[in-house]
């Protein structure tokens, strides 16, 4: 049987959350990664030191070891250098949100004026804090995205030693981007690997692969395979994973997130296998990360095998993308 081993993987891009959810999550990412850039959209956002120190301390207390960073972020606010100067050691980055786009994002970016946001932003760059973006407008939910890409280049323009990261991206333009300026780079999610709009409501609506950004065209879902293949240095491996109680996602007003926590590692190795691409994967899942952000992981070593895996029909009372369905690697052993 094949196998396929990879090390020190990471998930750039993690909702975590907070309490039973914290504890219920936790440990299915801590157990096959070695860390995580946890986002701060709590209800309220973490927005202070304390604020990161605490929900640092809650997450390694939901976590039955020791082999997993869990690497803290900001909500955005128009900081000033002193507060950033005294955060900085206890952060990865700052994730800018505008506001209202997603879950929990109220108090986020309103207005994208650049004077305005002149002196977080430089104090961010002086610093070497990485700004990561939630990048969509509040447009026609298929043009969100794409819309945003006009910021994203004044962004890129205005402050050039800012390393920016386009979280989640989706569409071809924004693949387009990414050799646009040397200062963007992105993660891109396991679900838009392997989603279309027609995924999600081509069909029967499918609640559980509902997100934001939603997933788009076929066109789009080729350019960021072609990338994520490519294990392009400046993309990387980041799921959102974003639980939401069965409840909330099985319901009209339906919360947006797809929960993947626990069969992200075994998706890439079926999507990179069959494309004939696993030698590529170990970049995209974590030396790409490593040297963007400059982290050094703690070691671990995970070995995938190409073995049918049935996806349980729930973690707690979160339902898993595919849940009941077979996929076709496993996770065999971490070390
Ligand atoms: O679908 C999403 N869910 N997209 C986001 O940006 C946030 C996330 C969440 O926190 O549930
Ligand atoms: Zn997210």
Request: glycine fraction near 4%; charge should be negative.
């Amino acid at each position: 049987m094949k196998t396929h081993t990879l090390i020190m993987p990471l998930d750039m891009h993690l909702h975590l959350r907070d309490g039973v959810m914290l504890e219920t999550v936790a440990p299915l990412s801590a157990y096959s990664l070695s860390g995580a850039l946890v986002m701060p959209n709590l209800v309220p956002p973490v927005t202070s030191k304390e604020d990161v120190k605490a929900y640092k301390e809650r997450i390694m207390a939901a976590v039955p070891n020791d082999y997993f960073e869990p690497y803290m972020t900001l909500f955005y606010k128009n900081y000033d250098k002193a507060f950033l100067e005294d955060v900085a050691e206890e952060i990865l980055a700052v994730k800018l949100y505008p506001d209202g786009a997603t879950t929990n994002s109220d108090g986020g970016v309103k207005d994208f004026d650049i004077e305005a946001m002149r002196e977080t932003l430089e104090a961010m760059s002086d610093l070497g804090i990485p700004l990561c973006v939630h990048g969509e407008t509040a447009g026609f939910v298929m043009d969100r995205e794409s819309e945003f890409m006009s910021i994203y280049e004044l962004l890129a323009k205005n402050f050039p030693d800012l390393k920016i990261i386009m979280e989640h991206i989706t569409t071809k333009d924004a693949v387009e981007m990414l050799d646009k300026y040397d200062n963007l780079y992105a993660t891109i999610t396991v679900h838009h690997l392997l989603l279309t709009l027609d995924d999600v409501i081509g069909g029967m609506m499918m609640p559980h692969h509902f997100c934001k950004p939603i997933a788009k065209r076929p066109e789009d879902l080729d350019a960021l395979l072609n990338v994520a293949l490519e294990a392009h240095p400046k993309v990387m491996f980041g799921s959102d994973s974003a639980p939401h109680p069965q409840n909330k996602k099985e319901a009209s007003h339906c919360a947006a997130g797809v929960f993947t926590a626990p069969i992200a590692l075994q998706l890439l190795c079926e999507i990179f296998d069959q494309y004939d691409k696993l030698d590529n994967l170990q970049a995209f899942v974590s030396d790409n990360a490593q040297s963007i952000y400059g982290i050094c992981p703690e070691f671990k070593e995970v070995t995938l095998v190409q073995k049918e895996f049935v996806v349980p029909e729930k973690y707690g009372n979160v339902v898993p993308m595919y849940a009941g369905s077979a996929i076709g690697w496993s996770i065999e052993s971490v070390e």
